[in-house]
């Protein structure tokens, strides 16, 4: 089956590393999930690379079966204004980047 995923690169507000991890994995993911339908989602902190340093700190990846996607990002934005935004995060430099699988998820032999 092929999913489609919201990959969402942000950063915290300087000083609020500590609240802005917390409001993500106790308040802002659960929202998420209950509110526009995806399925799963996971967090990753972002380690970047020997060439470069990375331009956001932190990764939330979000899932949906690939039929429902739309539905589930139209869902997404409608209630967007009824959740518990708060002052941590750096909204003005988070990128937003969606994806739809071409393969499986493979493992190795």
């Not at 739309?70 to 969606?98: P, Q, R, W, Y």
Request: charged content about 25%; some cysteine; aromatic content about 10%.
């Amino acid at each position: 089956m092929t999913k489609q995923y919201m990959l969402v690169f942000s950063n915290p507000i300087e000083g609020k590393e500590d609240a802005y991890n917390r409001w993500y994995n106790e308040v802002h993911m659960p929202e998420v999930l209950e509110v526009s339908g995806f399925a799963v989602a996971q967090r990753f902190k972002i380690s970047g690379s020997p060439m470069s340093a990375p331009e956001h700190k932190y990764l939330a990846i979000y899932e949906a079966p690939a039929d429902q996607f739309n539905h589930c990002v139209e869902k997404l934005f409608a209630a967007n204004g009824k959740m518990k935004m708060e002052d941590v995060i750096d909204l003005a430099n988070t990128k937003v980047i969606t994806a739809e699988s071409i393969t499986d998820l493979m493992t190795r032999k």
